[in-house]
């Protein structure tokens, strides 16, 4: 029998690296950087989104949208962890945790949804260049972004409540920085063959189907740029692409890697690092990538700052 009263209610304690105390100034130092860079980052991204006329293309809008999730995913459990990092008090109260969770279960599951749909614009890109905007119409990028937010936000409105009913039996001890599902689900005391069955299921359509129309996508891309002879238009093709499957790489190897960990203590040690490699890093270096290989975003950003980006460019040239 669940015990109801144990289910909710009550603040947590994220324990963390409580034991190294060394070990998370450190970290909060390293996280609070990357914190604001991360947010700085994907800010500038969404405002060249929105006020670059040469930034008003589809591939764009979905660049916005994850940079919007990056934030909201950010904003929601990096404060409170560097609160905990920072002073002896490690606790969370129930609603935050209830946040944390379902943020970071909405944010995982639209990403991997909007990905998919970065991946198809760029294959319409490559291999459908004359009917680019045709296919890629306004209607159907809204569209596609509303199916992604509210694939993400189901699937934590299913996963969410049911993470947190499992009873706990007075354990309130998480073993983790944030209210992350696994590290919630191991410190149920009665069975949780259902919560982890219907992840599994949700992660079918959630995670594996995006996962193979991403693969699909770049296999058709691949052949298109192989069929290309002049070395600059291949290198152009890449150009298109690399930024992508870039974020793609980093995206996917770090939620696969997390969710393998088996579930003795080094392991956790090693999904903690990882959860920050997901949490910071990954929303850091993704502005970084975009706006480092991509002119048009390099020339937004000039035209922002007041630059000439033509004469800018005839230097570079």
């Known amino acids: 029998m669940e015990r109801s009263n144990t289910s909710s209610g009550g603040d947590f304690i994220l324990v963390g690296f409580s034991d190294r105390p060394k ?72 609603v935050g945790c209830v946040v944390q969770l379902f943020a970071f279960l909405s944010v995982g599951g639209t990403e991997c949804i909007l990905l998919s749909v970065m991946a198809y614009d760029r294959f319409v890109a490559v291999c459908k260049p004359l009917h680019y905007m045709a296919i ?24 969410s409540p049911l993470t947190m009913s499992r009873g706990r039996c007075g354990q309130r001890r998480i073993n983790h920085f944030i209210c992350e599902m696994p590290a919630i689900i191991r410190i149920s005391c009665v069975d949780t063959s259902r919560v982890e069955g219907l992840a599994f299921f949700l992660a079918i ?10 693969l699909v996508s770049y296999g058709y891309i691949a052949a298109a740029v192989a069929r290309i002879r002049s070395a600059a238009g291949r290198r152009k093709a890449f150009n298109t692409c690399s930024s992508h499957i870039a974020v793609v790489s980093l995206f996917y190897s770090s939620i696969i890697y997390m969710y393998m960990q088996p579930g003795n203590v080094a392991s956790q ?46 230097r570079m040239h």
């Open 23 to 94: 070990l998370e100034t450190i970290l909060f130092f390293i996280n609070t950087v990357f914190y604001l860079l991360a947010v700085a980052g994907n800010s500038t991204i969404i405002f060249l989104s929105l006020v670059g006329p040469r930034l008003h293309l589809p591939m764009y809008f979905v660049l916005c949208n994850l940079s919007l999730l990056d934030l909201c995913y950010t904003t929601s459990s990096i404060p409170q962890m560097l609160v905990n990092l920072w002073g002896p008090c490690k606790t969370i109260t129930y």
């Open 136 to 159: 890629m119409h306004p209607q159907l990028c809204l569209q596609l972004a509303a199916f992604a937010w509210l694939s993400g936000i189901t699937n934590s409105v299913l996963m």
């Open 205 to 214: 359509p959630i995670v594996l189907v995006p996962l193979t129309m991403i």
């Open 269 to 314: 040690d090693q999904g903690k690092f990882l959860t920050l490699f997901y949490c910071l890093a990954t929303p850091t270096l993704n502005p970084f990538i975009y706006t480092l290989r991509n002119k048009d975003v390099q020339g937004a950003v000039r035209k922002a700052l007041g630059k000439d980006s033509g004469a800018l460019d005839t």
